[in-house]
């Protein structure tokens, strides 16, 4: 299994038999080196977006169509894209699994918000979401972004995730703090990956505080576009 971050919560995860770009924002995203979208995108299977925020589904469209490959998120959401964009959709909901070749993903809950730009403000995008992402004998959990939620027992008890991805940067979702808390109260992983930070200066720039806060876990600090093997 293969993690590569791509700035914010840009992500591309090669697990089985597939190349998974989860929120894949290039165009835009401040931290995404576009000279380098060939080798990000190379050999990609599908998309995974958690919500319809511009820093999630930026110019998904077009990277879908170009990648001819399927995008897989909340019904409502696929939908759309499906009618006005032509894209291949999976749309399905929380609590839903579907089968990506070798791979089980499963939409969970997350305690966010989800819309995209309209011609009289934000429109209504489907609900905000998470994954459990099951292959190779392990389960990666991908919180979207998200806050502290008590749901995070009950997907420990269901999935058991060993991997935490974890939005961390504070002010738009949970804080290194409050993720240190979720995934020390309530998951019991053996490595946490952050995300959602670095980005801007509002959000938090290192990982710090929570490598700290998790003594015994494996936390990593990444790089853009620096593979981690896990």
């Known amino acids: 299994?293969?993690?590569?971050?791509?700035?914010?919560?840009?992500?591309?995860?090669?697990?089985?038999?597939?190349?998974?770009?989860?929120?894949?924002?290039?165009?835009?995203?401040?931290l995404f080196p576009m000279d380098r979208r060939e080798e990000a995108n190379a050999g990609a299977t599908a998309i995974l977006i958690t919500h319809g925020h511009f820093d999630h589904t930026g110019h998904v469209p077009a990277l879908a169509k170009e990648l001819g490959v399927p995008v897989y998120g909340i019904y409502d959401l696929m939908a759309w894209w499906e009618e006005a964009d032509g894209l291949e959709v999976v749309g399905f909901n929380k609590g839903?699994?579907?089968?990506?070749g070798n791979v089980a993903v499963t939409m969970v809950n997350a305690a966010h918000s989800s819309s995209m730009p309209?011609?009289?403000?934000?429109?209504?995008?489907g609900g905000?979401?998470?994954?459990?992402?099951?292959?190779?004998?392990?389960?990666?959990?991908?919180?979207?972004?998200?806050?502290?939620?008590?749901d995070m027992g009950v997907l420990q008890a269901l999935h058991q995730?060993?991997?935490?991805?974890?939005?961390?940067?504070?002010?738009?979702?949970m804080d290194m703090c409050r993720?240190?808390?979720?995934?020390?109260?309530?998951?019991?992983?053996?490595?946490?990956?952050?995300?959602h930070y670095k980005t801007f200066p509002l959000?938090?720039?290192?990982?710090?505080?929570?490598?700290?806060?998790?003594p015994g876990v494996t936390v990593h600090d990444p790089e853009v576009m620096e593979p981690i093997d896990l």
Request: no cysteine; net charge negative; hydrophobic share 45%.
């Open 179 to 195: 993720a240190a808390y979720a995934a020390s109260a309530l998951f019991k992983f053996q490595t946490v990956i952050p995300y």
């Open 161 to 173: 995730p060993e991997i935490g991805i974890l939005s961390a940067g504070g002010h738009f979702t």
């Open 118 to 125: 309209g011609d009289g403000g934000p429109v209504y995008a």
């Open 96 to 100: 839903g699994t579907v089968q990506i």
């Open 1 to 30: 299994m293969r993690y590569t971050w791509l700035g914010h919560s840009a992500v591309r995860l090669e697990i089985e038999d597939q190349v998974l770009l989860i929120d894949p924002w290039e165009e835009g995203n401040p």
């Open 203 to 214: 959000l938090a720039q290192t990982a710090d505080e929570l490598k700290a806060a998790l």
């Open 128 to 150: 905000e979401a998470g994954y459990m992402i099951a292959g190779e004998g392990r389960a990666v959990y991908v919180s979207g972004d998200t806050d502290v939620m008590a």
